[in-house]
């Protein structure tokens, strides 16, 4: 059953309808506003396009860009909400692309190689799609850091393991990282009231090891390239410790709503037990019993 808007919101997919704003929705973005230059003026395939966000903000820099989805659901939502002059969406799947040989300049993958059970595969058939000279972004989740339990990853990466399975294609891989902190920033309200550019300094105060990065980010090519990756910083998901504290109390409410009836049950179960020794104590009881005892005996002898 889809939505109103006539695709799911299933937890997995981000589509700006229902995830602006939020920190989803700044995670899923903050990748394709940092591929917007290399893409500039290429040929490019974004595959597993989703809802089509993504392939939309390509497009206002790409020659063209082709959003290629396994969801015919999707590619139908992509293409009523962004379908443009330099844009399309077709349907596809990751092991069998539906693009020539040597077709693009750029190959857009971000999310992707994690979902696709012969991502060997996958990954030969990018390196096909690609004309010469071209380059593959590659994001995926690191195994080390992502949440586990994901239902729709069916393997996720770490480091080497990835870089081990783009190189036979990719003699050429630039390293770049994603990551996920808590922000705290001052400017003015004008700055912070709408959505947008915010120029401001960025003062890293926690800095990371290469495996606590949330997501790896590569630039892979067969020859060497110049392209590369502009540092990109998007806010998202308000944090409010008023909020926070107001569900954490709430959460708290019920739990001690459900430890009262919890103990409440307990002496309900302890009253009914004694309640039964008691009758069980008593000489009526004794006598029913025994009679009972009785009846069956004679009821055996007669037979």
């Known amino acids: 059953m889809t939505d109103a808007l006539g695709i799911d919101n299933d937890g997995e997919r981000m589509i700006p309808a229902f995830h602006r704003p939020s920190l989803l929705y700044a995670e899923h973005l903050t990748r394709y506003l940092a591929a917007a230059e290399i893409v500039r003026g290429k040929r490019v395939l974004d595959i597993a396009s989703g809802s089509g966000y993504g392939s939309s903000l390509l497009a206002g ?8 989805d396994v969801s015919e659901v999707a590619v139908s939502y992509a293409a009523r909400t962004y379908g443009a002059g330099n844009l399309e969406f077709r349907h596809g799947d990751a092991e069998k692309i539906p693009l020539e040989d040597d077709s693009v300049d750029v190959v857009v993958t971000f999310e992707t190689i994690e979902h696709v059970a012969d991502y060997h595969r996958f990954v030969a058939e990018i390196d096909r799609v690609l004309a010469p000279g071209g380059i593959a972004l590659v994001s995926t989740p690191n195994d080390l850091e992502f949440v586990e339990g994901n239902h729709f990853h069916l393997h996720e990466f770490v480091y080497d393991e990835l870089l081990e399975l783009l190189a036979p294609h990719f003699g050429h891989i630039s390293p770049y990282f994603q990551a996920t902190w808590q922000a705290v920033a001052i400017g003015t309200l004008e700055q912070f009231a709408t959505e947008g550019v915010v120029q401001a300094e960025i003062h890293n105060l926690a800095p990371l090891e290469r495996d606590q990065y949330l997501y790896f980010y590569l630039v892979c090519s067969r020859e060497p390239t110049d ?9 998202g998901g308000h944090h409010s410790d008023r909020a926070i504290q107001q569900r954490d109390l709430g959460t708290q409410g019920r739990i001690d709503a459900l430890e009262t009836a919890l103990a409440q049950a307990h002496r309900d179960l302890a009253q009914a037990h004694h309640d039964l020794d008691t009758v069980r104590a008593t000489r009526s009881h004794r006598i029913a019993t025994g009679l009972s005892s009785v009846a069956g005996r004679l009821r055996l002898a007669r037979r």
């Open 61 to 68: 820099t790409a020659a063209s860009v082709v959003g290629v």
């Open 227 to 235: 392209a590369t990756v502009p540092s990109v910083l998007a806010l």
